[in-house]
């Protein structure tokens, strides 16, 4: 038998998408240089349409011409190695597909590489995990449109669907699919920042107790707020610890971990001169959590007000102002990163559809969340919006909620609490809605100090001041 479909890298991603493909009814082939995922492969695959080996060329074998192979290894030199190995085995008109968390100027080299060899390739960003993969994730596509023509009906029956629509969809050239999936997990990055401040404000702040912060979570993924993310937060907070009396949560070290995708998009945002201050700050605070030691060495000597924020009066109150304050920044997160994407088309080449970006993150990754219908439907209305921030129903939304995200980050700051991101995303806002900025004053200095020159308000040109 010939296959439709092979992947490479049979981890927990491309074996779980193996295994979704598999159940809608496309014969696959998976290929892992280690046999006990492959055996773990078959075992799990019993009675579906899905073959696997150790052996590369048998693989490839296997495959109906021209073959679609999709990897799904780690990021970085994996991928090269793999593409090495498999290129003297493939045909012109084949195609490699890139299903891992590729840097895009990676994917641009080797699309120029592969193209130059007659063989077609793209760049896929997978999110959702492990149960995404296995069931329904959103893919992002970059790279040949005509490749993807090919594999577009299996990426359509194994992608989320959100009101019968599948999360998944072409998005432009060469590196498009891995730079949105990049920025994708950026978001990701500045909305677990805010989410987890939110929660330092309720614990240390507010005093609730795990079963409260549940209760909490849950009612807020009811309304505006509702997401993956904070479905799964609140579902944390219930998770009892297997060694000792307790919570999980609470005996979780609070040190941060990252694989780079964060920092990507940080870099390329000052790369490209596009402001992601709550991006950037969530990247940061990983950086900080991580300093452990340092942190408890320095809470000895350090000291500030206590964390409380002893409340009198209506606790609920309060709690409402970290809902709406949460939702603001939220927003803000979402904002930087489609500004990022915007920039970045532009710059590229990209030619993105903003409507697409947020529509195909509806359902099955991360980031999925009630709030990106919304997003959808402003870059439905008007594609060349500069700022998510400035689409009239958003702005209402984030007009209506920026008196308690005043209030309760004043409260968190006198209470000593750190709050980054949220600040950050308050911030964003502020400066954002400034007509004039003290950025006169920075010209200045630049001037006085280094001849750099500024411009007038008044009159067009380049000045120098030989200042007193
Ligand atoms: P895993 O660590 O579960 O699997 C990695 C796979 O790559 C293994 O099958 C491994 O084979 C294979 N591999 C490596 Br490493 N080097 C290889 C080489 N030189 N030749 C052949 N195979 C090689 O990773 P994963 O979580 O499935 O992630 C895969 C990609 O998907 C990454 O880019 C990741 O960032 C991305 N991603 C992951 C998630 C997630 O939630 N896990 C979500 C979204 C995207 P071996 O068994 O022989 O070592």
Not at 83 to 99: K, S
Not at 203 to 208: A, D, E, P, T
Not at 297 to 311: C, D, E, I, Q, R
Not at 354 to 367: H, M, T
């Amino acid at each position: 038998q010939q296959y439709e479909f092979g992947m490479i890298g049979l981890g927990v991603m491309g074996r779980n998408l193996l295994l979704n493909m598999a159940d809608h009814g496309f014969s696959v082939a998976g290929y892992n240089r280690d046999p006990s995922k492959v055996a773990d492969l078959k075992t799990e695959a019993a009675g579906k349409n899905v073959f696997g080996t150790s052996d590369l060329k048998e693989f490839v074998l296997k495959l109906k011409r021209p073959r679609a192979i999709m990897l799904l290894v780690t990021a970085g030199k994996a991928v090269d190695m793999v593409i090495n190995e498999l290129l003297p085995m493939l045909q012109p008109g084949d195609l490699v597909i890139d299903g891992g968390n590729s840097y895009y100027a990676d994917t641009d080299r080797r699309t120029q590489e592969l193209t130059a060899k007659g063989i077609h390739f793209l760049g896929v960003g997978v999110s959702g995990g492990e149960s995404g993969a296995r069931f329904g994730p959103s893919m992002m596509p970059g790279g040949s449109e005509q490749a993807y023509e090919v594999v577009r009906p299996i990426f359509e029956s194994i992608a989320a669907k959100v009101n019968n629509e599948p999360c998944v969809t072409y998005l432009g050239p060469s590196s498009a699919g891995h730079y949105v999936k990049m920025v994708h997990n950026g978001i990701e990055y500045g909305i677990m920042q805010l989410i987890s401040e939110a929660y330092d404000i309720l614990k240390r702040g507010i005093g609730l107790s795990n079963d409260e912060l549940h209760t909490v979570f849950k009612e807020w993924n009811n309304a505006e707020l509702k997401s993956f993310l904070i479905e799964i937060t609140a579902n944390i907070f219930l998770q009892p610890d297997e060694q000792k009396e307790g919570r999980l949560v609470d005996y979780i070290l609070d040190s941060a971990k990252q694989k780079g995708t964060g920092k990507w998009t940080s870099q390329c945002g000052m790369d490209l001169g596009v402001p992601l201050s709550i991006i950037d700050v969530a990247v940061t605070s990983r950086y900080l959590s991580a300093l452990k030691q340092e942190r408890v060495a320095a809470a000895k000597t350090l000291s500030g007000p206590k964390s409380s924020f002893n409340l009198s009066g209506d606790k609920q109150a309060v709690i409402n102002q970290v809902k709406d304050a949460l939702y603001f920044a939220t927003i803000g997160a979402y904002a930087q990163g489609m500004h990022l994407l915007k920039v970045a088309s532009d710059t590229y080449g990209y030619n993105l559809k903003l409507d697409d970006v947020a529509r195909i993150w509806r359902g099955g990754c991360i980031i999925r969340a009630t709030l990106l219908e919304d997003i959808t439907n402003a870059y439905k209305k008007n594609p060349d919006l500069a700022n998510l921030l400035v689409d009239p129903s958003l702005a209402a939304v984030v007009a209506g909620r920026q008196d308690s995200t005043r209030k309760v980050l004043g409260l968190a700051i006198t209470a000593g609490l750190p709050v980054p991101a949220l600040s950050a995303a308050l911030a964003y806002f502020d400066a954002y809605r400034t007509d004039r900025l003290p950025s006169n004053l920075i010209q200045a200095q630049r001037d006085n100090f280094g001849a750099h020159t500024y411009e007038r308000i008044d009159t067009e040109g380049i000045f120098h001041t030989h200042w007193q």
